[in-house]
Antibody, heavy 117, light 103 residues
Framework: EVQLVESGGGLVQPGGSLRLSCVGS????????LNWVRQAPGKGLEWVAY????????YYTDSVKGRFTISRDNAKNAMYLAMNSLGAEDTAVYYC??????????WGQGTLVTVSS | EIVLTQSPGTLSLSPGERATLSCRVS???????LAWYQQKPGQAPRLLIY???NRATGIPDRFSGSGSGTDFTLTINRLEPEDFAVYYC?????FGQGTKVEI
């Protein structure tokens, strides 16, 4: 069974930093592209970042460029999202999602990031 | 920039009825990257349809997807109580704003 488990969310002050993790199991992690998708409270889904299976290709949505960094460690079956200069607009549940044929076939349960003083 | 517009915003139906959800894309796209997701409160999204018309693993056949170019549709036949949720379409890295199917 494919599983993705996020962790690292929590309460952080504006301007602060946080690092999210996503650990995968039940599939060949090192051959899978991965994404971070977020959902602000009561809002829709917003794609945040993508990293290819080898880590050589990375994309970000414009609103996080220069502040967020996606990375992965295939030896640990883990993906990360380092978030800096956080603002209230970054408050959301952050999901990791595995790339499949033309869609995100598997999702984690999400981790909540709250940016507030 | 591609924009996905879903309609209606809310669909009020009864169990056993058919739901027809629309997703309009701002420019013509390949069906390869058109997907539909279901999300229930407090849960992660679940993939229903990929490639515009292919059901994901374990998805009942009352869910079907169709369309091409700029207009895509998700149809849910014979709504079951567990189908009342929010549905999102997606094209590559862009999501629609969602349609809520409520009783």
């Amino acid at each position: 069974e494919v599983q993705l488990v996020e962790s690292g969310g929590g309460l952080v002050q504006p301007g602060g930093s946080l690092r999210l993790s996503c650990v995968g199991s039940g599939f060949t992690f090192s051959t899978s592209g991965l994404n971070w998708v977020r959902q602000a409270p009561g809002k829709g889904l917003e794609w945040v970042a993508y990293i290819s299976s080898s880590g050589s290709t990375i994309y970000y949505t414009d609103s996080v460029k220069g502040r967020f960094t996606i990375s992965r460690d295939n030896a640990k079956n883990a993906m990360y999202l380092a978030m800096n200069s956080l603002g209230a607009e970054d408050t959301a549940v952050y999901y990791c999602a595995r790339d499949g044929v033309g869609a995100f076939h598997h999702w984690g349960q999400g981790t909540l990031v709250t940016v507030s003083s | 920039e591609i924009v996905l517009t879903q309609s209606p915003g809310t669909l009020s139906l009864s169990p056993g009825e058919r739901a027809t959800l629309s997703c309009r894309v701002s420019q013509s796209v390949s069906t390869t990257y058109l997907a539909w997701y279901q999300q229930k409160p407090g849960q992660a999204p679940r993939l229903l349809i990929y490639g515009a018309s292919n059901r994901a693993t374990g998805i009942p056949d009352r869910f079907s997807g169709s369309g091409s170019g700029t207009d895509f549709t998700l149809t849910i036949n014979r709504l079951e109580p567990e189908d009342f949720a929010v549905y999102y379409c997606q094209q590559a890295w862009t999501f629609g704003q969602g349609t809520k199917v409520e009783i």
